[in-house]
T-cell receptor, first 111, second 112 residues
Framework: AQSVSQHNHHVILSEAASLELGCNYS??????LFWYVQYPGQHLQLLLK??????LVKGIKGFEAEFIKSKFSFNLRKPSVQWSDTAEYFC?????????FGTGTRLQVFP | DADVTQTPRNRITKTGKRIMLECSQT?????MYWYRQDPGLGLQLIYY???????NKGEISDGYSVSRQAQAKFSLSLESAIPNQTALYFC???????????FGPGTRLTVL
């Protein structure tokens, strides 16, 4: 079965800093990959997803992610974070008919 | 997301009590899921259902049961609650052939 690793558990940045959150999945083949965000006190919302095609995926709020097949990675990036990006970020991979989620990365952005 | 609702939003109960968490959706999706979220563990799948007559166990189904009363309703029960079931519980839905899941607002459950 697939598994997902998010190595950054807690990231602290100042506003305008660049962000990259790591996500690795366990094995190859055709993969569907997702990034979800959970703002404080809210439910999970889809940021972006990759199914096929261009490995650089653009999502909402200026986020993007790059699928690198050779590295089994799907890292999330944003060139300049804002205080409102403070949230928990979850990477997920489709496994058969289910989504397998990583343990999440808590991002704190200070003004 | 008002399309997926969960009741109650918060619940405090005692060890040994049976409780039910409810999820309703107006998205018309066939597939529904129950997850629990614990700090540092992410989301773990409890049960999922692909239609009214289809129920499947997830990673951590022990101590839980579910009922799919209709396409739009999927309930999670804790038969005899224990303190380590204290967590945030999320319901999610997805459409057949579409892998994106849409989440409800969550139920914060505390078992004393």
């Amino acid at each position: 079965a697939q598994s997902v690793s998010q190595h950054n558990h807690h990231v602290i940045l100042s506003e305008a800093a660049s962000l990259e959150l790591g996500c690795n999945y366990s094995y190859g083949g055709t993969v569907n990959l997702f990034w979800y965000v959970q703002y404080p006190g809210q439910h999970l919302q889809l940021l972006l997803k990759y199914f096929s095609g261009d490995p650089l995926v653009k999502g909402i709020k200026g986020f993007e992610a790059e699928f690198i097949k050779s590295k089994f990675s799907f890292n999330l990036r944003k060139p300049s974070v804002q205080w409102s990006d403070t949230a928990e970020y979850f990477c997920a991979v489709k496994d058969t008919d289910k989504l397998i989620f990583g343990t999440g990365t808590r991002l704190q952005v200070f003004p | 997301d008002a399309d997926v609702t969960q009741t109650p939003r918060n619940r405090i109960t005692k060890t040994g009590k049976r409780i039910m968490l409810e999820c309703s959706q107006t998205k018309g999706h066939d597939r529904m899921y129950w997850y629990r979220q614990d700090p540092g563990l992410g989301l773990q799948l409890i049960y999922y259902s692909f239609d009214v007559k289809d129920i499947n166990k997830g990673e951590i189904s022990d101590g839980y049961s579910v009922s799919r009363q209709a396409q739009a309703k999927f309930s999670l029960s804790l038969e005899s609650a224990i303190p380590n079931q204290t967590a945030l519980y999320f319901c999610a839905t997805s459409d057949y052939g579409e892998d994106t899941q849409y989440f409800g607002p969550g139920t914060r459950l505390t078992v004393l």
